[in-house]
């Protein structure tokens, strides 16, 4: 009676359909310019795929706030005809009465045709991808991983510069506790551009990805030295310092502060570079940047929906043509 | 890519087709008519509007708690076909982590058709719609308006007294902070019908509304004699006095038991007038008038229900047939 | 305008189209065999019913945190084809704002095909029943009835024993405060299997239920006996010692380790005997007999998937092909 999907092991080597989406690392460059290119022909044909997913239903575990990546998902399989169940706050669920993560897949993973989850914890989408019957998107775990993000960006990129080759890549900001950061740094290392991990040295890179890069032998360069590396980018990339990942609030008061755009540091910018960010932002780009045309961060947010349109339609669909 | 929304400030000249609803001021008497006729038309032929919104995501992002607002614009938009994504309360969302809504706007105007917001600033509808490249309505914006509220109200008395002229309206209870009075004496401010603004002297009805009346040379008394006015009154239109908008709870202990219908003051009721109230109620009408054949509150709830249809489907479509 | 719904004291007399769930007193045998029927049909027939309920709206008012009811019925609700507003909780509601579940019904009954409710208090779904103009069906209320959790129970008893005569079925935990038991004890009253209470003193199983079982000469058992017991079981039915059911947290403490399921006590129990739960557990329920094949509580949510959609499809159609 229960739905049963693959396995697991061969994920990395497999099409995606019936698959989870848990890590970055789960894509080579073949995978990632696939999905580009899926992301730009659902786009390019709205009307013919929304029925896509008529029948099917998601469901949205969010265990932690979310804005963007909820609302896209939901707007993603709405706009493809499905339909979703979930919650935006454990409080509401049976979290409350002491229920494991565990026992909350194990029994979603029976109502729905497939999972997205957030969660505080790192190990958390890995734990729901054990117990599940059905495939798990992580939709970020902890300070950890958030692929969707970093696919989404990949998109963005793409999209507005022609090209994930040759450029230089500016990761900005909160580099340990930043998922997105970590996500799209994975993924970028399958291409030919130089990543610069730009951050107060509080805030570096964490080590498994750096290691995980130079497995692959990839450059990266890493540097505290904002306002000097910005006229090299092409592609700059902020992130807010999150308050909610510091344990102690005085580390979070002392970095909170560097590694801020405003329109004197937009003046070292390439004219032809473009400004990202996986948002919300608190005080890390000003708004007067907001007009600036190499100013994308808004736009971005809706390669979140393209691409989530994508990697739904690509798990929970044999083909499509 | 992105939607693309028509210039503002024509708005009032044209037709309702992709355009924001902020205020009642927006509307005259053609256009509070024209909504009455195809929020009735909508009603004799449900079956065959259940598709008119097929495709389309509404986004319900409600910062204020909310009952019948949220439901009915959800149920109005499932009910003619349409999707909806939102949140319920901002603590899910982004904003927790110190989102500016001018950002969650413009993000979320990315993944919907149209925005419903409710917001307890006043300014928050008009910085949505700001922000917004897609229509947005307002559901409420502190303590200034409420227009679809409005407009339900005046469907219910059309629908159940069969005209907007030549009443005696009496607006009772809390006429400074409640939004709904506001926006009711607005459009209603469009017929020849008489305003009675009955409150205690510490609520009474905002110099902003009394100004834009007086420049329309509507007539309009104001009163702190509750009983004394009942008699003359088609229709009784009660409102809460709302708690969350006194900054001092002294004064709001000094005038919640202000201005109560119990039986007692029914008997000085004309036998055809209609009772309204935008609910939530407290104990400003006792629950033994809700049999009374007067009482017209719950009735208007569905009011509610067939106006937002109406008004989603204006707003999203060219054209209705 | 309002849909009216039939009387309500014919109700046990008639099939459910258009009619309230409240209590499992409501179901006899045929019935509870009739809902198991369906709810196989429908499940074996999945495509031809997914678009049963289209043009349909179920309002899911969920005053209490929930996972598997709420999640269930919103699912079985999407997958018939139909759409789902509501909360999760009801701070984000007017109830904030202090308005009565009386008036919290009247107006969503408007604005829905059907409400489902949960509850804190006991006397809720009732009074949901009387002042609703469309079909209720109790989600649970307090600590009195969970009826179509009691008809999933039926389901699962059925669909993995074959019958739901001639078993041992042991109700084991809190049998005072659970309100599954409650109703799964009244719907296996129907039936001619044997029924086991075991609890310990302060959680015996409430009199009203044990006197109406008396009035249908229906045999129990009751005993605090949990070990001595369990080798006589077919159906061992668990349940969470309920923490937010108690008023004074010493009694708590003092019962909350009783009646723990693991390995060892597993060795007593018979080789085809199922293990039931209605979730979530706390502890009552080692994680190491997850795997082990007696072990049906995660089988048993989908269950109750499938006994929601026999139970939403009947109450809104007056036939199902």
Same mark, same amino acid.
């Given at each position: 009676?229960?739905k ?12 995606? $359909? ?9 894509? !080579? +460059? ?5 999905? =580009? ?12 795929y ?12 969010f ?7 909820? #609302? ?7 706009y ?5 169940i ?7 669920s049976? *979290? ?13 993973a ?23 019957? *059905? ?15 970093g ?27 930043? +998922?997105t ?12 551009? &130089?990543? $610069? ?6 805030l570096?890179?964490?080590? +498994?990805?750096?290691? %995980? #890069? ?5 450059n990266?360069?890493? /540097? /505290? ?9 092409? *592609?700059? $990339? ?12 005085e580390e $979070? !008061? ?17 004219d032809d ?7 919300? +932002?608190? &005080?890390?780009?000003?708004?007067? =940047?907001? %007009? !600036?045309p ?6 971005? /947010? ?6 989530r349109?994508?990697? #739904?339609?690509? =798990? ?6």
């Amino acid at each position: 009676m229960v739905k049963k999907k693959c396995n697991l092991y061969t994920l990395v080597h497999m099409e995606f $359909y019936n698959q989870d989406i848990i890590s970055a690392k789960q894509f !080579d +460059r073949e995978k990632v310019e696939k999905f =580009i290119k899926l992301a730009k022909k659902i786009e390019a044909n709205k009307e013919k795929y929304s029925t896509l997913l008529k029948g099917k239903v998601m469901a949205a575990l969010f265990f932690e706030p979310s804005t963007r990546t909820r #609302l896209s998902f939901e707007s993603a399989f709405s706009y493809l005809g499905g339909k979703v169940i979930g919650f935006s706050s454990a409080g509401s669920s049976s *979290v409350k009465k002491g229920e494991t993560l565990a026992d909350t897949i194990r029994t979603v993973a029976n109502y729905a045709d497939i999972i997205v989850i957030r969660h505080s914890k790192e190990g958390a989408a890995k734990l729901a991808q054990q117990f599940s019957d *059905v495939p798990i998107i992580n939709a970020g775990n902890g300070s950890q991983e958030h692929p969707t993000q970093g696919l989404l960006d990949c998109l963005a990129i793409h999209d507005l510069k022609g090209t994930l080759d040759g450029l230089n890549v500016g990761l900005i900001g909160d580099l340990k506790y930043g +998922r997105t950061v970590h996500s799209l740094a994975h993924l970028l290392s399958n291409f030919n551009s &130089n990543l $610069y991990f730009i951050s107060p040295d509080l805030l570096q890179m964490q080590y +498994r990805v750096k290691d %995980s #890069l130079r497995l692959k032998n990839n450059n990266f360069k890493e /540097t /505290t030295q904002f306002k000097e590396t910005l006229p090299l980018l092409d *592609v700059i $990339y902020m992130t807010r310092i999150q308050k909610e990942r510091f344990g102690d609030l005085e580390e $979070y !008061d002392k970095v909170k502060n560097a590694f801020i755009l405003t329109p004197k540091e937009m003046k070292l910018v390439k004219d032809d570079a473009i400004i990202l960010h996986p948002l919300p +932002r608190v &005080n890390e780009i000003s708004p007067e =940047i907001d %007009s !600036d045309p190499r100013a994308k961060y808004f736009e971005q /947010t809706y390669h979140g929906l393209m691409m989530r349109k994508a990697l #739904l339609a690509s =798990i929970l669909l044999k083909e499509i043509e």
